[in-house]
């Protein structure tokens, strides 16, 4: 599993530009069933998406494609967590 964080960049101010392809990146990846939730960070900083169900390597591809990314509108970190607890309703996290 991973947490993905999107940290806006120096070129924040576009991404009203960008902001329809970044929906439907999104869109994909919870179509796919790669990503479980994705969310603002607070105050303002940019994103963050839990993923799950892909390698990192392809994560990272995947990532790549987000126009968000790719025009340099956020900044992105890829951290991976191998989940050994849950709540009872996140057991299928658990590998």
Do not use: C, Y
Not at 6 to 15: T, V
């Amino acid at each position: 599993m991973f947490i993905v964080l999107l940290r806006f960049s120096a070129n924040r101010a576009s991404a009203g530009q960008f902001m329809e392809g970044h929906k439907a990146w999104l869109k994909r990846g919870f179509d796919d069933g790669v990503f479980l939730l994705a969310g603002s960070l607070q105050p303002g900083l940019g994103g963050g998406i839990v993923a799950h169900n892909v390698s990192r390597e392809t994560l990272q591809a995947r990532v790549e494609e987000d126009p968000f990314v790719a025009e340099d509108v956020v900044g992105f970190e890829i951290f991976e967590i191998s989940p050994s607890r849950a709540d009872n309703r996140l057991e299928f996290l658990i590998a």
